[in-house]
């Protein structure tokens, strides 16, 4: 299967700070990308969906470079309620459409 | 709003009994997915299915493992014969579309599967 890697964190930052998490894939086919956030023995949740133009929400910003097959994912003014996991997740058309997990890249926000 | 379904939340099973993890997706959707998360490590696909049919699974899906859905409404996993690394949290996700770029996958709850 197909990889996805994300930095392996964890990241302790100050509330207020801004924060930026890597991912790469290795399936050249990947079609769709996103973020989801997963909070302790829960299910993922979708943050964002990743299009190639770059796409913000609020604080946060995601990015794509299809070319060097990297994705990121910036939150600015970190609160404490990000405080969470959050997951690459990639999808292809070559893997039947499953979405494909990184590890997770764990986030406290301290006061 | 809708929500994916699962039951039991927490199921403690002898090694060698078989489960039955049940989900029920969201009532359009059309892909229904099963992935596992060990605790401590990344979320695992194991099963897609669509039109009545696995459309991928992955290496850790054996022999030991079966999906059905068998009346349009859930959709199931089974587990034959239960061994102790099958101690997971299992997912169930739907979609009501996956050839549209960028569809969310809702998931459900879990349902965590302790093998003892």
């Known amino acids: 299967r197909k990889e996805v890697e994300q930095d392996p964190g964890p990241f302790n930052v100050p509330e207020g700070a801004t924060v930026a998490f890597n991912c790469t894939y290795s399936n050249s086919a990947s079609q769709s990308f996103f973020w989801y956030r997963q909070d302790c023995r829960k299910e993922p949740k979708l943050l964002m969906s990743?299009?190639?133009s770059g796409n913000e929400d609020g604080r946060f910003t995601a990015q794509l470079n299809r070319a060097s097959q990297y994705i990121s994912l910036l939150i600015r003014d970190s609160k404490l309620s990000d405080s969470a996991t959050y997951l690459c997740v990639v999808s292809a058309s070559n893997s039947g459409y499953a979405l494909n997990f990184g590890k997770g890249t764990s986030l406290l926000v301290t006061p | 709003e809708p929500e994916v379904t699962q039951t039991p939340s927490h199921q403690v099973t002898q090694m060698g009994q078989e489960v039955i993890l049940r989900c029920v997706p969201i009532s359009n959707h059309l892909y229904f997915y099963w992935y596992r998360q060990i605790l401590g490590q990344k979320v695992e696909f194991l099963v897609s299915f669509y039109n009545n049919e696995i459309s991928e699974k992955s290496e850790i899906f054996d022999d030991q493992f079966s999906v059905e859905r068998p009346d349009g409404s859930n959709f199931t996993l089974k587990i034959r014969s239960t061994k102790l690394e099958d101690s997971a949290m299992y997912f169930c996700?739907?979609?009501?579309?996956?050839?549209?770029?960028?569809?969310?996958?809702?998931f459900g709850q879990g349902t965590r599967l302790t093998v003892v």
């Open positions: 996700a739907s979609r009501w579309t996956a050839v549209v770029l960028n569809t969310e996958a809702f």
């Open positions: 990743v299009y190639s």
